[in-house]
């Protein structure tokens, strides 16, 4: 049950769990199962971890690509109950600053960095994902995306 605002506040957000990792390709599949196992705690089907999956994996491999190309740094993935009990993921890097979902620059029509499979678009990302969004606060990259058991099922050319 979720706590109800007190007095005019907002409830607060609880903590699920963190993983943080090297901004490298060989970190993106333990950081995806980080996810996975979170969201089958949450009960969400295996067929939309499936979905949420191949946009998390694009976000990630364009961090490591573009935010870290020149440097080292760490990529962190925090994960929260939010005010009515949905999971959001927060992705944290401290890298170049890149906001994927203004960009053209994605993996499609070419093989991914990460797995050599075809990856989705920016647009496909924004359809798969509930309430995403980039902000940059001071030197942090901030990707926060809500999570539904709302399949997507979109179909890829």
């Keep these: 049950m979720t706590e109800q605002p ?12 963190e993983m943080i ?10 950081l995806l199962e980080f996810v ?4 089958r705690q949450k009960e969400i089907s ?3 971890i499936k979905e949420i999956e191949v946009a998390l994996k694009e976000i990630l491999a364009t961090i490591v690509k573009y935010s870290y190309s020149d440097r080292k740094g760490n ?3 925090t994960c929260r109950n939010d005010h009515w009990g949905k999971l959001m993921v927060i992705i944290i890097n401290t890298g170049e600053p890149f906001n994927i979902l203004l960009s053209d620059v994605t ?18 990302i924004k359809k798969m994902l509930d309430n995403i969004e980039f902000k ?12 539904s058991n709302t399949l997507r099922t979109v179909k890829r050319g």
Excluded: C, W, Y
């Design 21 to 30: 990792r090297p901004g490298e390709m060989e970190s993106i599949p333990e």
């Design 46 to 48: 295996e067929a939309r």
């Design 136 to 147: 940059k606060v001071e030197e942090e990259n901030i990707v926060t995306f809500l999570v």
């Design 6 to 17: 007190n007095n005019g506040e907002q409830p607060q957000t609880s903590l699920i769990g």
């Design 36 to 39: 996975a196992s979170i969201e």
């Design 107 to 124: 993996f499609i029509g070419e093989e991914s960095p990460v797995d050599n499979e075809k990856k989705a678009s920016a647009k496909l």
């Design 75 to 77: 990529i962190s993935i």
